[in-house]
């Protein structure tokens, strides 16, 4: 598949900044985490992060930046030298889900604007196998597309000042897990007993752009054992290589 | 060796430069919100610039020395004393064990960073001390907290008076901004006014972002969400402006219109509620 070229231009003089036309597309993801890859590779002597969002990928470079355009077009060469395409891993993961009303705040809601019997909603959500476009908003929140159109809700009016921990929400056309305790204004329909970012870990989540996720109802009783397993230290996350 | 916190001020917080490499995770960069005066700081006790340091705003806190220690305050003027007397800012001066170190306030400027030789030795979390929760067990100082500091080998070092602050950079109401990625969309008549209208500073600043009071009528679509850095201003619908600061969240959905300098970040970091500011325009160098 072709793309675009995106447009480069600075970001402050630490960052450069590549931008592709607004669209959430799978095809164009794979597209930037390939070229993503390439300019890791690229860079050896100098420190950079380089992150991803829907369409676009902003390098960040650890020092200022002496000749901006310089830069830019030894980007640009990067992005016109013909390199094989690199074989990227990713995961199919999956994730407990527990949809009891104790969670899901907003179950009733959800089910009378959007004319769907509760059960319904539990198996629009548990579905499609979504995919982690990027991380942002929070440390370790996921940013997931392929939510079913018919569980499309707005966010509520006001937000709530405490969502709990694991809390699975959805505002307007996305789904996603709080990491953690915090404010927050979308629509709650269950909870995910398995953390999804632990600062004590090297990598503090396992998630990667690319990955795939799917939810898995789980009753209260398997809440609950599963939390003791997270607790224990036992749990084991689901995962296993995915082929795209 | 350690300072106890006897009162934790108003928004007291232990920095170094922040984390790198982990906005990938949708970790903020966090870190001293102004760069200069940090670093400023660190040098005067004879540290790099990188060490953790104490960042305090508006009304500090009273902390007391379990150990000798070589100590700097750099700030722009604040009112403090140690064990009841007068001390001045921007000297290096030594404290024994229990001497009471009171940063009553602030009087110009926002910020005032404290360094003591070798640096704070507190929580190191995903490769930084600088305090932001949940990635650190707190984002405050809190009463009673027990600050690990560097072992002093009483070596003061003399060789540091040279070092000059700049007080006179603060002076400045002009932040000097790039065209953010989406500058061009905007018409030309609301770029004239953005860039010589007198803004002032509003009641919601934190180190998180500065908001500002005035507001602009616009007609930006808000975009799909994108990278955002610290210095990022970004455009609301409702016409507010969102200044990004060094605890800003790693990706935003509103129009990034201006990037800050690195040096103008800094200068707002010792703005306060009320004071004004104007963005002067700079275009990347050729």
């Known amino acids: 598949m072709k793309f675009e070229k995106p447009l480069i231009q600075p970001l402050g003089?630490?960052?450069?900044?590549?931008?592709?036309?607004?669209?959430?597309?799978?095809?164009?993801?794979y597209h930037l985490l390939q070229l993503k890859n390439n300019i890791q590779q690229n860079y050896t002597k100098v420190k950079v992060e380089v992150i991803n969002t829907y369409n676009s990928l902003l390098i960040n470079y650890s020092s200022t930046i002496n000749n901006i355009y310089r830069e830019i077009s030894v980007v640009e060469k990067l992005m016109d030298s013909q390199r094989k395409k690199?074989?990227?891993?990713?995961y199919q993961f999956s994730l407990p889900v527990c949809y009891d009303q104790k969670f899901g705040l907003d179950l009733e809601e959800l089910s009378q604007q959007n004319q769907l019997e509760i059960s319904e909603?539990?198996?629009?959500?548990?579905?499609p196998n979504y995919t982690i476009f990027f991380k942002g908003f929070l440390p370790g929140f996921l940013y997931l597309g392929g939510l079913d159109e018919k569980l499309h809700i707005s966010r509520k009016k006001s937000p709530r000042l405490k969502v709990e921990k694991g809390a699975v929400g959805i505002g307007e056309k996305q789904t996603g897990i709080y990491p953690q305790i915090s404010a927050g204004g979308w629509q709650l329909i269950g909870n995910c007993p398995v953390p999804?970012?632990?600062?004590?870990?090297?990598?503090?989540?396992?998630f990667q752009a690319g990955d795939k996720l799917k939810f898995e109802a789980v009753s209260m009783e398997d809440y609950q054992t599963i939390q003791q397993e997270v607790n224990q230290g036992t749990y084991q996350l689901k995962k296993e290589v995915y082929e795209h | 060796m350690s300072i106890k916190v006897i009162q934790p001020g108003l928004l007291s917080s232990i920095q170094d430069f922040g984390r790198t490499g982990y906005a990938q995770y949708g970790v903020p960069q966090s870190g001293v919100m102004d760069r200069y005066a940090a670093k400023i700081a660190n040098l005067l006790v004879g540290n790099t610039q990188y060490e953790a340091v104490m960042e305090t705003t508006l009304m500090g806190p009273t902390l007391q020395f379990q150990e000798e220690m070589l100590v700097a305050l750099v700030g722009l003027e604040a009112v403090v004393t140690l064990n009841d007397e007068k001390l001045a800012l921007l000297k290096p001066f030594e404290v024994k064990n229990?001497?009471?170190?009171?940063?009553?306030?602030?009087?110009k400027g926002t910020r005032l960073y404290l360094a003591v030789k070798g640096g704070f030795l507190t929580e190191k979390k995903l490769e930084s001390r600088s305090m932001?929760?949940?990635?650190?067990?707190?984002?405050l100082l809190r009463k009673d907290d027990e600050l690990k500091v560097a072992e002093y080998k009483g070596e003061k070092e003399k060789a540091f008076a040279h070092i000059k602050f700049e007080a006179e950079k603060y002076e400045s109401s002009q932040l000097e901004v790039f065209p953010g990625p989406e500058f061009h969309r905007l018409p030309e008549e609301l770029k004239g006014e953005l860039l010589t209208k007198k803004f002032s500073i509003s009641k919601n600043n934190s180190r998180m972002a500065y908001q500002l009071e005035e507001k602009l009528e616009n007609e930006l679509p808000s975009i799909l969400t994108q990278p955002v850095l610290p210095g990022t201003v970004q455009f609301t619908p409702g016409g507010n402006l969102i200044i990004l600061m060094r605890d800003?969240?790693?990706t935003g959905g509103y129009p990034r219109i201006f990037q800050l300098t690195e040096e103008s970040i800094n200068l707002l970091a010792q703005k306060k509620q009320g004071d004004a500011i104007e963005f002067q325009l700079k275009q990347y160098e050729k």
């Open chain 1, 196 to 206: 999804i970012f632990e600062v004590n870990q090297q990598k503090p989540s396992p």
């Open chain 2, 132 to 139: 932001y929760e949940p990635v650190t067990s707190s984002g």
């Open chain 1, 121 to 127: 909603i539990i198996q629009l959500h548990t579905q």
């Open chain 2, 248 to 250: 800003a969240q790693t």
């Open chain 1, 13 to 29: 003089k630490q960052a450069i900044l590549l931008s592709w036309q607004e669209n959430i597309d799978e095809n164009l993801l």
């Open chain 2, 98 to 107: 229990g001497d009471v170190l009171q940063l009553k306030q602030i009087t």
């Open chain 1, 86 to 90: 690199a074989h990227l891993q990713f």
